[in-house]
T-cell receptor, first 113, second 110 residues
């Protein structure tokens, strides 16, 4: 069966520090991968999605970036965090054909101080 | 992708059916209707999806109107654990990204 892992689960970082959140998927090949962010009390905002290794589409301009170095690995990064980067970051995957059902990870909660 | 309109919030009595409406008047012919829910501090969970016909699974039923401009998610016997934000999304098979709206915050009360 397929599983999705995100880490770290919780992170507290100072303003201006770098960020790296990692997401991996097991049990499937060539998934479409997504990064969403949810600010406190708000809805989900799509940040990035990827249909293959090295293929990243950005949905909103920001100081975050994403990379997909391997088929089932998706990384969210920042060189210098802002206070507004605080939020709940969710990684998700789907097969991109047929049902297009997204499966989400447990999320990474980032607090920037 | 077509946009959806959902009520901001609704309450439901435990053990009763919860009927969650969604308007998607600009839906196109190849777009599916998807429902997800998000329990507090967790990732969203897929519930059900459909194109034209009504659908049922172990979690819920999805009723899509004949003109496909609206749909209703039915939780047949709501429990306290069904308290969550419910998202209705329309998504084209040719696209490759799901965009979530504000959803409906459902509170199941004892």
């Amino acid at each position: 069966s397929q599983t999705i892992h995100q880490w770290p689960a919780t992170l507290v970082q100072p303003v201006g520090s770098p960020l790296s959140l990692e997401c991996t998927v097991e049990g499937t090949s060539n998934p479409n991968l997504y990064w969403y962010r949810q600010a406190a009390g708000r809805g989900l905002q799509l940040l990035f999605y990827s249909v293959g290794i090295g293929q990243i589409s950005s949905e909103v301009p920001q100081n975050l970036s994403a990379s997909r170095p391997q088929d089932r690995q998706f990384i969210l990064s920042s060189k210098k965090l802002l206070l507004s980067d605080s939020g709940f970051y969710l990684c998700a995957w789907e097969l991109g054909s047929g049902a297009n059902v997204l499966t989400f990870g447990a999320g990474s909660r980032l607090t920037v101080l | 992708d077509a946009k959806t309109t959902q009520p901001t919030s609704m309450d439901c009595a435990e053990g009763r059916a919860a009927n969650l409406p969604c308007n998607h008047s600009t839906i196109s012919g190849n777009e599916y209707v998807y429902w997800y829910r998000q329990i507090h501090s967790q990732g969203p969970q897929y519930i059900i999806h459909g194109l034209k016909n009504n659908e049922t699974n172990e979690m819920a039923s999805l009723i899509i109107t004949e003109d496909r401009k609206s749909s209703t998610l039915i939780l047949p016997h709501a429990t306290l654990r069904d308290t969550a934000v419910y998202y209705c999304i329309v998504f084209g098979a040719a696209g490759n990204k799901l965009t979530f709206g504000g959803g409906t915050r459902v509170l199941v009360k004892p």
